[in-house]
Nanobody, 123 residues
Framework: QVQLVMSGGGLVQTGGSLRLSCATS????????MGWFRQAPGKEREFVCS????????DYADSVKGRFTMSRDNAKNTVYLQMSGLKPEDTAVYYC????????????????WGQGTQVTVSS
């Protein structure tokens, strides 16, 4: 069993920055890859970014590439999503999730999910 507790998020103006955190417990973070997803009102959940168990080889959706950076601190069992250059279309509920194996862009490959945190970007 893995628990994920998210923090960060909030309201920011266009062009602003936010950092989301995802603290995990139950198993060492170094045991698995992580992913970030988001879901806007009326839309399906979409992939944002993911990494492997070392935190390396990050993969980003084209919509966030160059603006978002995923990182992790395995000693703290925490994953971060630094978001900059935010746009109104980034407005969504953001989720972190645990992935034990492959399928980095497939939400069905993720076993455990954080509670979600709202990010709202005003124009």
């Amino acid at each position: 069993q893995v628990q994920l507790v998210m923090s960060g998020g909030g309201l920011v103006q266009t062009g602003g920055s936010l950092r989301l955190s995802c603290a995990t417990s139950g198993r060492p973070l170094s045991s698995y890859g992580m992913g970030w997803f988001r879901q806007a009102p009326g839309k399906e959940r979409e992939f944002v970014c993911s990494d492997n168990w070392t935190g390396g080889n990050p993969d980003y959706a084209d919509s966030v590439k160059g603006r978002f950076t995923m990182s992790r601190d395995n000693a703290k069992n925490t994953v971060y999503l630094q978001m900059s250059g935010l746009k109104p279309e980034d407005t969504a509920v953001y989720y972190c999730a645990v992935r034990p194996g492959s399928g980095r862009r497939d939400s069905g490959r993720y076993d455990y999910w954080g509670q979600g945190t709202q990010v709202t970007v005003s124009s």
